[in-house]
T-cell receptor, first 114, second 115 residues
Framework: SQELEQSPQSLIVQEGKNLTINCTSS?????LYWYKQKYGEGLIFLMM?????EEKSHEKITAKLDEKKQQSSLHITASQPSHAGIYLC??????????????FGKGTLLTVNP | KAGVTQTPRYLIKTRGQQVTLSCSPI?????VSWYQQTPGQGLQFLFE???????NKGNFPGRFSGRQFSNSRSEMNVSTLELGDSALYLC??????????????FGPGTRLLVL
């Protein structure tokens, strides 16, 4: 089974709508990263969460880490076509917090219709 | 600062050949990690180098190898290519000194197609 499960796998929303992407770990999380990827390109760093209960925001994107549930959520408010892409969560769940060996979820493909 | 750069961006090889990919990290970063991304398996960790030493390794066969130079630039090599090696290969860099507190910044990737 996948060690980092992302849901949903894909999402189609109308511009202006809010949405949430979830990332759940089967193991203890030692930090959780959110990245965005345009198809076939590199990953763009969005946010890093390290402590349980931590919440960070950048422009219209907010990410939270629930350490007890081993889960993180990414919320986009008032979505825009520029938010379209693949959202990936990554975490160190194998090397006890070194953060140099990340395990990633399969990604969530977000489509925003104008 | 310039970002992580990878060369070449695209590559076509045939089965049995070998290939070398290059990654130049952000200036001042000493840790370089390599990942393989495929539609079926997603993004998977290959290995990580710090100060010319392999510090972490993923679950890939010995055909996949890497090295890092004194200027922190890194190369990965895949020998005896198989069709299943077709993938986007991504490298990421970070300062490498504060475990658990650093962000990995990714390059644009090298798209490898094995025919």
């Amino acid at each position: 089974s996948q060690e980092l499960e992302q849901s949903p796998q894909s999402l189609i929303v109308q511009e202006g709508k809010n949405l949430t992407i979830n990332c759940t770990s089967s193991k203890t999380l030692y930090g959780l990263y959110w990245y965005k990827q345009k198809y076939g390109e590199g990953l763009i760093f969005l946010m890093m969460l390290q402590k349980g209960g931590e919440e960070k925001s950048h422009e219209k994107i907010t990410a939270k880490l629930d350490e007890k549930k081993q889960q993180s959520s990414l919320h986009i408010t008032a979505s825009q076509p520029s938010h379209a892409g693949i959202y990936l969560c990554g975490a160190d769940i194998d090397s006890g917090g070194s953060n140099y060996k990340l395990t990633f979820g399969k990604g969530t493909l977000l489509t925003v219709n104008p | 600062k310039a970002g992580v750069t990878q060369t070449p961006r695209y590559l076509i090889k045939t089965r049995g050949q070998q290939v070398t990919l290059s990654c130049s990290p952000i200036s001042g970063h000493r840790s370089v990690s390599w990942y393989q991304q495929t539609p079926g398996q997603g993004l998977q960790f290959l290995f990580e180098y710090f100060s010319e030493t392999q510090r972490n390794k993923g679950n890939f066969p010995g055909r996949f190898s890497g090295r890092q130079f004194s200027n922190s630039r890194s190369e990965m090599n895949v020998s005896t290519l198989e069709l299943g090696d077709s993938a986007l290969y991504l490298c990421a860099s970070s300062p490498g000194r504060l475990a658990g507190k650093e962000t990995q910044y990714f390059g644009p990737g090298t798209r490898l197609l094995v025919l």
